[in-house]
């Protein structure tokens, strides 16, 4: 296992040798995922076989031509038969029959079925354009962790080989004997913790490489800088939340359940009208009732029938669509408040990290100076080796601050992004043709 995972580490540090002309954007990232992944993929299958179901439901309205046809041996005994003194009498039988029938009116609920199933493959379309934000803001997330990992992997290298050549030049003085053992002993400590931050810092950025292969569907190679949404963001929650609640697909998706409902609703009213249809029947047989020769039937009819009672099934099941409706308002009004809650906790997240990006970057510069200060008064024997390295760990301290909330405060502008479902359109990805609703 360690082997496995020292090999895919040697693979992924490779990627650092590709030249910037061959680096991948964020956008062509996205739009991978997008093309390939399989829960937006199982979306799109879903949202095309919703519309089927619409062609289905609108072919009550053309009318149905049947067909029939059948040869056998047939066995009568009635008042034909024994008035001409057959008895039982047994003959070759030949039928065949055409029907067609085209519904008049059915209660409404052929146009109440099509305007189901068209707000039902609404609704999943706009699952299909959630997915494809959801997929886009997983693969935005591995994207800027796997460069996170990057930068925080190079500061510790760096911070490495300030503690190398520090704790060099001290063994030099040590072996000398103008230097003390325990400023030694106390470097080499410093070195070692510098050695095993570099080693988890390498290991977390193998983690997230493969964290990238999970989202993304192949490994990186060299990552160009995203850029960053400045003027694609609100300027307030309260417009960061009104934008999330007229865009949000999850939210639509749930808007139109309700609209499927409430036709579920109206087709479980069809029974309480009486059904009317237009029949025309030809038969032609031979033999028939074991009568000898040909006959034909001709039947052009308009019928209607009306059930009066069948135990009380029909108003249970309207009532039980309106329970449904009921049910679906809920699940709106809950998604509403969802998407509430996760605009107005994103926005704090972003302007949290936000401000304390200022105080994380203020820190970094003002160690920085600090080193400097202190490399020059070293060289005029105003500081000691062991003062330096102290600097030099709370610079490498203040700089991975800076640098994850960097990172972090890039991923939490995406983030509202894909919560107003504004995230692959800021990109310009393209979406499947499946996110657009049938309905206006």
């Not at 029939?68 to 009568?76: D, F, L, N, R, T």
């Not at 070195?191 to 569907?217: F, P």
């Not at 209607?304 to 039980?320: C, E, I, P, T, W």
């Amino acid at each position: 296992m360690d082997f496995k995972r020292s090999l895919l580490s040697c693979l992924i540090l490779s990627s650092f040798t590709i030249t910037p002309s061959q680096a991948q954007t964020l956008q062509e990232a996205i739009q991978l995922t997008i093309n390939e992944n399989p829960e937006v993929q199982e979306a799109r299958s879903v949202r095309l076989a919703y519309e089927q179901e619409i062609a289905q439901a609108k072919s009550k309205y053309l009318p149905s031509l049947d067909v029939s046809a059948g040869y056998g041996m047939g066995q009568a005994n009635n008042p034909a038969t024994r008035n001409r003194g057959d008895g039982t009498t047994q003959l070759g039988r030949a039928e065949s029959l055409v029907q067609l029938k085209q519904m008049i009116f059915d209660g409404f609920l052929t146009p109440h079925e099509v305007s189901r199933m068209t707000a039902k493959t609404d609704a999943q379309a706009y699952t299909v354009f959630g997915q494809s934000e959801i997929t886009g803001l997983q693969a935005t997330q591995a994207y800027i962790n796997v460069l996170r990992r990057q930068a925080l992997y190079q500061l510790a290298q760096e911070n490495l080989d300030a503690h190398k050549g520090m704790f060099e030049q001290i063994k030099l003085r040590t072996d000398r004997g103008i230097g003390r053992k325990s400023d030694l002993d106390q470097a080499t400590g410093r070195l070692a913790r510098a050695e095993s931050n570099e080693q988890a810092e390498k290991g977390n950025l193998t983690d997230a490489h493969t964290n990238y292969l999970r989202a993304i569907g192949v490994l990186p190679n060299a990552l160009a800088e995203p850029p960053v949404p400045n003027k694609a963001l609100p300027n307030s929650i309260e417009e960061a939340t009104d934008l999330a609640l007229a865009n949000h697909p999850t939210l639509k998706s749930a808007q139109a359940d309700i609209v499927e409902s409430l036709a579920q609703h109206n087709s479980a009213s069809a029974p309480f009208y009486p059904q009317f249809n237009f029949e025309a029947d030809y038969a032609n047989n031979a033999n028939n009732g074991g009568i000898y020769g040909k006959s034909e039937d001709l039947q052009v009819m308009a019928k209607v029938s009306y059930n009066l009672f069948n135990g009380g099934k029909d108003k249970a099941r309207r009532n039980q669509t309106a329970y449904e409706v009921y049910q679906a308002k809920n699940i709106r009004d809950n998604t509403y408040r969802q998407v509430v809650e996760s605009m107005r906790l994103s926005w704090v997240a972003y302007k949290t990290v936000g401000s304390q990006l200022d105080f994380f970057k203020a820190h970094m510069d003002a160690q920085s100076k600090t080193l400097d200060a202190y490399k020059k008064q070293f060289n005029i024997g105003q500081r000691t080796l062991l003062d330096l390295l102290d600097t030099t760990n709370e610079m490498y301290l203040a700089s991975v601050a800076y640098t994850d909330a960097k990172y972090t405060e890039l991923a939490a502008r995406y983030r509202l992004l894909a919560g107003m479902g504004r995230l692959n359109k800021y990109l310009g990805v393209t979406l499947p043709a499946e996110i657009k609703p049938l309905t206006p």
